[in-house]
């Protein structure tokens, strides 16, 4: 189920940007953690206190969706993307782009579905933390 989350780097850097909707998951001490993880836990740390948390090294983890959904609604700076089935002799590659002010940009082709959207979800960070 990790695999629905955004990796750790990437929950930090949208912490770093202002991300603090409702999540699923979360990065702790401990590693990746679900609600159901919160009983194993020695410390009873839950997501709600990672949320609150001023330890710069637990963040929430969203899912992907999340994450994408959240740059669409980013409130200063929209940034529309998608991922589509690249069509070449090569199979199941797939591209994945932005939109922005107008522009549609390819961000790049990946062998894998997954592997295009963590680039995609990396490029909107970067995109969003080089704002002017």
């Given at each position: 189920?990790?695999?629905?989350?955004?990796?750790?780097?990437?929950?930090?850097?949208?912490?770093?940007?202002?991300?603090?909707?409702?999540?699923?998951?979360?990065?702790?001490?401990?590693?990746?953690?679900?609600?159901?993880?919160?009983?194993?836990?020695?410390?009873?740390?839950?997501?709600?206190?990672?949320?609150?948390?001023?330890?710069?090294?637990?963040?929430?983890?969203?899912?992907?969706?999340?994450?994408?959904?959240?740059?669409?609604?980013?409130?200063?700076?929209?940034?529309?993307?998608?991922?589509?089935?690249?069509?070449?002799?090569?199979?199941?590659?797939?591209?994945?782009?932005?939109?922005?002010?107008?522009?549609?940009?390819?961000?790049?082709?990946f062998s894998t579905y997954e592997e295009a959207e963590l680039a995609c979800l990396r490029k909107l960070i970067n995109l969003v933390?080089?704002?002017?």
């Amino acid at each position: 189920m990790e695999k629905e989350f955004v990796p750790y780097t990437e929950s930090l850097e949208l912490k770093q940007l202002g991300f603090d909707e409702p999540c699923l998951g979360a990065w702790a001490e401990h590693g990746f953690m679900t609600p159901n993880d919160v009983s194993t836990l020695q410390d009873d740390v839950t997501i709600e206190d990672i949320k609150n948390t001023q330890d710069e090294n637990m963040c929430l983890s969203p899912l992907y969706q999340q994450a994408f959904r959240w740059f669409r609604e980013y409130q200063d700076w929209p940034i529309e993307s998608w991922i589509q089935p690249y069509l070449s002799d090569k199979p199941r590659q797939h591209e994945a782009f932005y939109w922005r002010r107008g522009e549609t940009i390819s961000i790049g082709i990946f062998s894998t579905y997954e592997e295009a959207e963590l680039a995609c979800l990396r490029k909107l960070i970067n995109l969003v933390k080089q704002k002017p």
